[in-house]
């Protein structure tokens, strides 16, 4: 069964601070990965997508890819209250436009003033 | 760009009676849709992927008896929820993928919602 892990926290950081959220998942075939921000009573939102190893900056956002350690993350700078959210880990394992996300339970983020 | 919109966004109706919820892309050609439900407090959960044109693959556990869909054209997707009752009331969320020429590794695009409650 294809696997996407997140802590499911909250996560606390205050205001200004830099947030880090994880995610790991199990298939090792997976190419696309994404970052979804979903505020309460809301739909998820794209905020980020990334492909290859490395970062990848966006603004205050930053994605980091690890295929060897099937380890995606998402660094959130300068972090404002309205960053509070849950962020949701998505992953698809195949390329193009074939295959569903697998999303991981999302990890909830507060940002204190 | 890749706006998708759904109607209604919320719906009380009564116990028995059947909703239908319309899912746009308003910017895109969606040659895929899904269709999730979300209760309170827990994580999405995928009911159905609809396919423009050919009937949709249900999810185990998801009655498609129960939760018709139809994918018509490639802007628009429809969930139609049959004699609905209290324990289906739910936050259900269509997402939608870019179907054009150039590969777009698969970002969905998610439309606002439609709560429903059935009392």
């Known amino acids: 069964q294809k696997e996407v892990e997140q802590n499911s926290g909250p996560l606390s950081v205050p205001e200004g601070a830099i947030a880090s959220l994880n995610c790991t998942y199990s298939?090792?075939?997976?190419?696309?990965f994404f970052w979804y921000r979903q505020y309460s009573g809301k739909s998820p939102e794209l905020i980020m997508s990334?492909?290859?190893?490395g970062d990848k900056e966006d603004g205050r956002f930053t994605a980091q890819l690890n295929k060897a350690s099937q380890y995606v993350s998402l660094l959130i700078r300068d972090s404002q209250p309205s960053d509070s959210a849950t962020y949701l880990c998505?992953?698809?394992?195949?390329?193009?436009?074939?295959?569903?996300?697998?999303f991981g339970k999302g990890t909830k983020l507060s940002v204190k003033p | 760009g890749a706006v998708v919109s759904q109607h209604p966004s919320w719906v009380i109706c009564k116990s028995g009676t059947s909703v239908k919820i319309e899912c746009r892309s308003l910017?895109?050609?969606?040659?895929?849709m899904f269709w999730y439900r979300q209760f309170p407090k827990q994580s999405l959960m995928l009911m159905a992927t609809?396919?423009?044109?050919?009937?949709?693959?249900?999810e185990q556990g998801v009655e498609k008896d129960k939760f018709l869909i139809n994918h018509a054209s490639l802007t628009l997707s429809t969930l139609t929820v049959t004699s609905a009752h209290p324990e289906d009331s739910s936050f259900y969320i269509c997402?939608?993928?870019?179907?054009?020429?150039?590969?777009?590794?698969?970002?969905?695009?998610f439309g606002p919602g439609t709560r429903l409650t059935v009392l």
């Open positions: 609809s396919n423009e044109g050919s009937k949709a693959t249900y």
């Open positions: 990334i492909y290859s190893n």
């Open positions: 998505a992953v698809n394992t195949y390329g193009g436009s074939q295959g569903n996300l697998i």
């Open positions: 298939d090792r075939g997976s190419q696309s």
């Open positions: 997402s939608a993928r870019d179907g054009g020429g150039i590969p777009t590794y698969n970002e969905q695009f």
């Open positions: 910017d895109f050609q969606a040659t895929t």
